[in-house]
């Protein structure tokens, strides 16, 4: 084949890629964004909220607005009465980097019992701390905590399993450096297309129920 031909099929194909993720990222948004709410005082009756983990600094080291808006969301929810228990899902790569336990020190900080809080250590994923929710932890029925981004994607995969799900969206940061994270969402969405419905991906760690008490 001559180079022209390999350069042709090649365009031909990166155009495909970029339709696909455009499509993907439409359908996602689309049938998520009834279920996104911005005012708390709307959020039908769910008492269980999951709140996705992020890392607690940036690269820099100063503290992360995403993490800190998410805290702050969740913290309004217990205080309102709105939610009584919350799972707390990311990250635990190693003793250096738990986003569980940071989540759950920043809670406590602002007012939440330890009672009131749940880890999962397994949430190494979006899919993974969605999918967990229900099939460790027992909860048809959740509010999801994150960004606004972030919210058509967790609940597209919630839907997908059968979960009643809605989201309250935590305040998107003020910062140049948030450009990075909304670009890869894009992208983000196209895999978790691609994850559900044709390579059937499944979380990497599930293991026994625990149901929570409450």
Same mark, same amino acid.
């Given at each position: ?117 749940? $880890? #999962?250590?397994?949430? !190494?994923? @979006? ?6 929710? /229900? &099939? ?57 297309? $691609? #994850?559900?419905?044709? !390579?059937? @991906? ?6 026994? /129920? &625990?149901?929570?008490?409450?």
């Amino acid at each position: 084949m001559s180079f022209k031909k390999v350069l042709k099929v090649s365009c031909y194909l990166m155009v495909a890629v970029l339709l696909c993720v455009v499509l993907a990222n439409i359908w996602v948004v689309m049938s998520t964004e009834a279920d996104v709410y911005l005012d708390h005082h709307l959020l039908p009756d769910n008492k269980i909220a999951l709140v996705l983990g992020t890392s607690q600094k940036l690269v820099n080291g100063s503290p992360n607005p995403f993490f800190d808006n998410r805290i702050q969301a969740a913290a309004a929810l217990y205080k309102e009465g709105k939610v009584d228990h919350f799972i707390l899902s990311g990250d635990n790569r190693s003793r250096y980097y738990n986003e569980p336990l940071a989540m759950k020190k920043a809670l406590m900080k602002s007012g939440v019992p330890d009672s009131a809080i749940t $880890l #999962d250590y397994a949430g !190494l994923r @979006t899919l993974d701390s969605v999918v967990r929710s /229900k &099939e460790i932890f027992g909860q048809n029925k959740i509010i999801i905590i994150t960004q606004p981004f972030h919210s058509y994607r967790a609940l597209f995969i919630s839907h997908y399993y059968g979960i009643d799900a809605v989201a309250l969206v935590a305040k998107e940061p003020e910062q140049e450096e948030a450009t990075k994270v909304y670009f890869r969402e894009y992208f983000a969405r196209a895999k978790a297309v $691609l #994850d559900l419905y044709v !390579l059937k @991906t499944t979380p990497k760690h599930l293991g026994e /129920k &625990e149901p929570l008490k409450r």
